[in-house]
């Protein structure tokens, strides 16, 4: 008798049937590639005016003298000068910027919803951020300035890129050339850094994700794709983001709809089944 007044006393929510997770995986794959193509659309409704975009491209050099983080003509000048270096540069920023995060995605997945929730949650928050930067201040990049090589152009013809940012050969009409403040490749590079250093139990993974991290930032400036104030904003929409998430996981939302059982308080939902037990004895 005692144990049925434990079961009716327990927490409503307990009694919900856990969804599969092969199903979970594929509603967490279909929101991710919505979210994606939302991105990439979205950055299509930018304005593609090069006056305005350029303007803001020599304002963000004037404040980068002023910052003395003014380090693109000879980053650009290196990945220009030694072939070697521009090939693996152009096919960092073509590749990895998708490749990385994707397979950090699944890892995280993998290990559980308590590690993958909330970190997917900062991602998508500073995506967010960024594409909101891309919608309102279109800025032109390096390589549409004089005296910076567009470097992924020089090694088009080794890569499937074509001649219009890291776009797909045939595609470049389907990018926004002017998405370049902030830098998400930066960002989403230290989203990675964050989320293994947070997550990983060994210390070289750790390692590998803060150097890959700094050679992104390296290989966008080098390749002429970004200022160096674009990874650095990249950087800070994506420490917003998971910061947001974390004030976001700490509020528990559905307590602010569930009715608690008659004469008892909220702060007792989360109690245990033993003092579920205890009050149907009493």
Do not use: K
């Not at 919900?16 to 594929?26: D, E, G, L, S, Y």
């Not at 991105?39 to 299509?44: I, K, N, W």
């Not at 939302?253 to 008892?264: F, I, S, T, V, Y």
């Amino acid at each position: 008798m005692n144990d049925a007044g434990a079961v009716t006393t327990a927490p409503a929510y307990a009694h919900h049937r856990t969804i599969p997770r092969w199903i979970r995986a594929i509603l967490e794959l279909v929101l991710i590639v919505g979210l994606w193509a939302l991105y990439s659309l979205a950055r299509l409704l930018a304005d593609t005016n090069m006056d305005p975009a350029l303007h803001r491209a020599n304002e963000l050099l004037h404040l980068e003298t002023l910052m003395g983080i003014r380090w693109e003509g000879p980053l650009n000048q290196l990945f220009t000068d030694y072939r070697l270096v521009g090939l693996v540069g152009s096919y960092w920023y073509a590749t990895l910027h998708y490749v990385v995060t994707g397979a950090v995605l699944i890892w995280l997945w993998r290990l559980g919803a308590d590690r993958y929730g909330p970190a997917r949650r900062a991602l998508v928050i500073g995506t967010l951020l960024g594409l909101l930067a891309y919608i309102s201040m279109p800025t032109a990049p390096p390589r549409f300035l004089a005296g910076y090589v567009d470097v992924l152009s020089l090694h088009s013809a080794d890569g499937w890129w074509g001649a219009d940012a890291s776009a797909p050969r045939g595609l470049g009409g389907l990018t926004n050339e002017l998405a370049a403040f902030p830098s998400l490749h930066a960002g989403w590079s230290l989203w990675v850094a964050l989320a293994l250093q947070i997550y990983a139990t060994r210390y070289w993974v750790r390692a590998l994700g803060w150097l890959y991290a700094l050679g992104t930032a390296i290989v966008i400036v080098g390749t002429g794709n970004h200022w160096v104030i674009d990874a650095v904003v990249g950087w800070m929409v994506i420490l917003v983001g998971w910061a947001l998430a974390e004030a976001i996981g700490r509020i528990p939302l559905h307590r602010r709809w569930q009715r608690p059982p008659a004469g008892e308080p909220v702060e007792l939902e989360h109690a245990s089944v033993g003092d579920s037990q205890a009050r149907a004895v009493e």
